[in-house]
């Protein structure tokens, strides 16, 4: 069974800090990764994700994530936060055997100027 | 990049009616699309797995004739929602997969705010 884990509710941070938004995964097989931000009352924007290779993997707005096999983490994170970055982010999970994608429960991030 | 629209964005309806929510993939072909369910508090419920010429897989505890879903097309699929309640007002998102790109993410329709008075 595949499953993902955002431990943090709300992260807060201030403008111009760095970012971190947690999420662990476990899987069977080999894990596929991915980062959505969501906006009120929108849809979910796909950020970036891991599939293989580098376990560091850049995406849009200035997002990254790495990916770390032994703590089965895929944490989001940005070297300088923006208030536009307001948002509720989700990562997501897929076994490549799967064909189904699992969504954390999300975290919601605050920046304030 | 693959773009899917959701249609309509708000629709607000008296209880015991129906209501029919469209998904499109406008650049590619969709041969399975997801629809989503969101509640309050953000988290995000798979509803079932919908496949294009043949019926959709429902997840555990969704009512198949409540939530009827229908694929007909490769960019289309429809959520109808039946003899709507207030307890169905909801947040309804779609998403789809562009199988032709290997290692795809899903990609989000803008949702659909379903009020039932």
């Known amino acids: 069974a595949q499953s993902v884990a955002q431990p943090e509710d709300q992260v807060n941070v201030a403008e111009g800090n760095p970012l971190t938004v947690k999420c662990t995964y476990s899987v069977s097989g080999n894990p596929y990764l991915f980062w959505y931000v969501q906006y009120p009352n929108r849809g979910l924007q796909f950020l970036l994700k891991?599939?293989?290779?580098?376990?560091l993997v850049k995406g849009s707005y200035g997002f990254e994530a790495e990916f770390n096999k032994s703590q089965t983490s895929f944490h989001l994170k940005k070297p300088s936060a923006l208030v536009s970055d307001s948002a509720l982010y989700f990562c997501a999970v897929k076994d490549s055997s799967a064909s189904k994608i699992i969504f954390g429960s999300g975290t919601r991030l605050s920046i304030r100027p | 990049g693959a773009v899917v629209s959701q249609h309509p964005s708000r629709v607000i309806c008296k209880s015991g009616t129906s209501v029919k929510i469209e998904c499109r993939s406008l650049d590619f072909q969709a041969t399975t699309m997801f629809w989503y369910r969101q509640f309050p508090k953000k988290s995000l419920m798979l509803m079932a797995t919908?496949?294009?010429?043949?019926?959709?897989?429902?997840e555990q505890g969704v009512e198949k004739d409540k939530f009827l879903i229908n694929h007909a097309s490769l960019t289309l699929s429809t959520l109808t929602v039946t003899s709507a309640h207030p307890e169905d007002s909801s947040f309804y998102i779609c998403?789809?997969?562009?199988?032709?790109?290997?290692?795809?993410?899903?990609?989000f329709g803008n949702g659909t705010r379903l009020t039932v008075t």
């Open positions: 891991y599939i293989t290779g580098d376990n």
């Open positions: 998403s789809a997969r562009d199988f032709s790109e290997i290692n795809s993410p899903l990609h």
């Open positions: 919908s496949n294009e010429g043949s019926k959709a897989t429902y």
